[in-house]
C-alpha cells in the first residue's frame, strides 16, 4: 500500500518548538519534491515548504521563513518539518505531500496531523 505518514503533532505552547515527520511506505520518495501543507479550521489548505528532490532547494511560505526548517533523508524515506517559535496561528492540521516538483503536481497526500500552539 503506498501512504504517507505524519507524526509529531501535538499541543504546544507559544513560543515552542515541534517537529513533525512524514515516513513513506510502499514507494521511494527519492524522486519526488516534498512539501509540507496546513488548513485551520475555516480555511483554505496553504502551502508551508517545499524541498526540491535533490534537497538542494526549498521554499518557504512568508509567515514561516526563519522560524520552520524543512529537510529530508532519503536513506529513510522521510521528510522533516523542523517548527521553533510558534504562534497561536500556526494552529492547524499539517499534512505532508510528495510532487513531481514543488509548486507541481501531487502524487501523493499524507492524512494529516494536527498541531496546536496555545497556551
Known amino acids: 500500500q503506498l501512504q504517507l505518514v505524519e507524526s509529531g503533532g501535538g499541543l504546544v505552547q507559544p513560543g515552542g518548538s515541534l517537529r513533525l515527520s512524514c515516513a513513506a511506505s510502499g514507494f521511494t520518495l527519492d524522486y519526488y519534491a516534498l512539501g509540507w501543507f496546513r488548513q485551520a479550521p475555516g480555511k483554505e489548505r496553504e502551502g508551508v515548504s517545499c524541498i526540491s528532490s535533490s534537497g538542494g532547494s526549498t521554499n518557504y511560505a512568508d509567515s514561516v521563513k526563519g522560524r520552520f526548517t524543512i529537510s529530508r533523508d532519503n536513506a529513510k524515506n522521510t521528510v522533516y518539518l523542523q517548527m521553533n517559535s510558534l504562534k497561536p496561528e500556526d494552529t ?26 496555545s497556551s
Open 92 to 117: 492547524a492540521v499539517y499534512y505532508c505531500a510528495a510532487l513531481y516538483y514543488c509548486s507541481g503536481p501531487i502524487g501523493y497526500w499524507g492524512q494529516g496531523t494536527q498541531v496546536t500552539v
